[in-house]
């Protein structure tokens, strides 16, 4: 059984008069440890799949199931629970908590779940180190360069140990020397810590890093190629 | 979670500022009026109040005007229920309202020790009984006129010898100089040799204070000088009749202050969840309950009010402590007193505030569409 399992699964939006369905009736399989980078032009519906996939959005029809759990027959707080302890998400934008010292944020998904202070600890200086800002777990993110803040956002998806990590154009804001450096990192967390990664990015350099890439177009899939084979 | 209430609150701190010496300022106010409110009830209830009589010339109303014999004394304490009478002259310096009204009680020192609930802080009850001119002085008069023993204290006719200052389980005793008896029926301009302004009527545990009072009156029917007899507490309420009217409107002004505290922080806590809406999304993303997030903003504004509530609470007690602020018409005065029951209802006003002001926002915050705050820049 793969890990994400997606089973006719269609959104659609109301934009003025018009209705788009981004997704039409979508299957799709995620299996444990597999890094999948999903492509295609804007609006296409990559980060609406990103969303469902993480519960927090809610598809019109279809089931989404993560870990064995069907995401869409969860309340809104069994949502926040299931996320806290199964899922990490990485922002394009970072998204820190800028009142929190880099520590504190990737210490804040630890915070919500049944750890002791020593556990905790131990968990949030294993991502710092991980993602290579150790020396800086004391700075606040307006102290960080947006490279480093990225990083911090990724130790703080990590950090609860979840089953999936999605990630919505983590390079997308970055310069291309810093953004090499966040891929290299996924690459590393996905090969060395097995962790299950989907990535939307509409930059094929970056997808190209994955081990599987799709594309998505009018609301359906279209298998890119294995890892290797696009460049 | 309670790091990330108080660094966000830490972050704003002007705003913080604002709102909290905004929140100190009313809950001063409100705990003024509250203590004006405390002392009308001391004053017309208790068991000062309700167990002894005051025996006052019919129709009359300032103390200058009620001119009863002294001998009246005599016959009230044949009546039964009654445990003791005590013949007072009164002296006030202004029979309408003010905030700085001094009221003379002349009556025998001896009965003053005995009945009197007060405690000398400073001087001497011998002093006191010996010497003619002799005076103690309530500590809130003390205070408010920087009088201490052996000062010699002048207004009007009267001059006096600070012979004491004293403390008493009635806050109202404390506004009150008294003398002997006979010192003040004989001083110039009073010419009340015989005469008294009122009785005090002490009650033994088994009467009927009412039933006394009409006793009394019925009485002294006979003699040269008509009575009303009341209930201390409710000649007192009767005396400062003008000013409790007052007082019960002044309540409006506290619930003002509240009203004003609930729009002060509302205001804040809305302004700080809008501008930080997009992070509550996130927080949510992460794996925040909608009911956590909720509680985050609750926190946030209880404790904006809780801070601003108790720092004007304290403040107030400070300022009725030491000011011995108090305010009389017609020889009755309310004493402002800070009180346990006064920080109590400061310190639960100030939460409840918090909590009622921070609901609006918490909910915006607990139930924002999480995909759409994203999106926002």
């Known amino acids: ?231 | 979670m309670t790091r990330y209430v108080l660094k966000t609150l830490w972050r704003h701190r002007t705003r913080t500022l604002l709102t909290v010496t905004g929140a100190a300022v009313a809950m001063f106010v409100f705990c003024f009026v509250g203590s004006v409110q405390e002392g009308l009830q001391r004053l017309t209830s208790g068991a000062d109040a309700e167990r002894s009589l005051i025996v006052f010339q019919e129709n009359r109303f300032c103390p200058t005007t009620s001119r009863l014999p002294e001998d009246y004394a005599r016959k009230i304490s044949e009546l039964p229920g009654v445990r003791d009478v005590m013949p007072i002259q009164v002296w006030t310096n202004n029979c309408r309202a003010s905030l700085d009204i001094v009221v003379f009680n002349g009556a025998d020192p001896d009965q003053i020790q005995q009945t009197r609930p007060l405690k000398l802080l400073a001087g001497s009850w011998q002093q006191f009984t010996s010497q003619r001119d002799a005076a103690i002085v309530g500590r809130n008069v003390a205070q408010r006129r920087g009088l201490k023993v052996g000062d010699q204290f002048s207004i009007g006719d009267i001059s006096v010898n600070v012979a004491g200052i004293f403390q008493s389980t009635v806050p109202s005793e404390e506004n009150l100089i008294y003398t002997s008896l006979k010192f003040l029926q004989y001083t110039r301009g009073l010419d009340a040799a015989g005469l008294v302004t009122q009785h005090e009527v002490l009650l033994s545990s088994d009467a009927d204070p009412d039933r006394v009072a009409s006793q009394i009156d019925e009485t002294l029917r006979a003699g040269s000088v008509a009575t009303k007899t009341r209930r201390k507490g409710a000649f007192q309420a009767s005396t400062l009749s003008d000013l409790v009217d007052l007082i019960g409107f002044a309540h409006w002004l506290g619930y003002a202050c509240v009203g004003l505290v609930l729009s002060l922080v509302a205001t804040t806590t809305v302004m700080s969840v809008q501008d930080r809406i997009k992070e509550y999304a996130v927080l949510q993303t992460i794996g925040v309950r909608p009911l956590r997030a909720l509680r985050l903003v609750l926190a946030e504004s209880t404790l904006l009010c809780l801070v601003g509530g108790w720092l004007g609470t304290a403040l107030a007690l400070l300022a009725l402590g030491l000011g011995g602020f108090a305010i009389g018409a017609e020889g009755a005065t309310i004493a402002f007193r800070p009180s346990f029951d006064l920080a109590l209802s400061g310190i639960f006003t100030s939460i409840l505030v918090g909590v009622v002001a921070g609901l609006a926002p918490a909910i915006q915050a607990a139930t924002v569409p999480i995909v759409n705050a994203l999106r926002e820049a």
């Open chain 1, 1 to 231: 059984m793969a890990l994400v399992e997606l089973r006719g699964v269609s959104k659609s939006f109301r934009k003025g008069d018009e209705t788009i369905t981004p997704l039409d009736n979508i299957d799709l399989n995620i299996e444990a440890g597999e890094f999948l980078s999903l492509m295609g032009p804007s609006g296409t519906g990559k980060s609406t799949l990103l969303n469902l996939v993480s519960g927090i959005d809610r598809p019109d029809s279809g089931t989404i199931m993560v870990a064995g759990t069907d995401v869409t027959q969860l309340s809104r707080s069994k949502l926040a629970d299931w996320r806290a302890a199964n899922l990490g998400y990485i922002f394009q934008t970072h998204n820190l908590i800028p009142v929190l010292t880099a520590y504190e944020n990737v210490e804040l998904p630890t915070l919500l779940l049944k750890l002791s202070s020593s556990q905790r600890r131990q968990r949030v200086e294993l991502a710092m180190e991980a993602v290579g800002l150790s020396d800086r777990a004391e700075h606040y993110p307006r102290q960080l360069s947006g490279g480093q803040e990225q990083r911090v956002g990724i130790a703080r998806a990590i950090v609860a140990h979840p089953k999936v990590v999605v990630a919505d154009e983590p390079t997308g804001s970055l310069d291309a020397e810093t953004s090499e450096q966040v891929q290299v990192l996924l690459q590393r967390l996905n090969k060395e810590l097995n962790i299950t990664l989907l990535m939307v990015t509409h930059d094929r350099d970056v997808a190209a890093i994955a081990s599987r890439q799709l594309v998505l177009d009018r609301g359906k899939f279209l298998e890119l190629a294995e890892a290797g084979q696009t460049s």
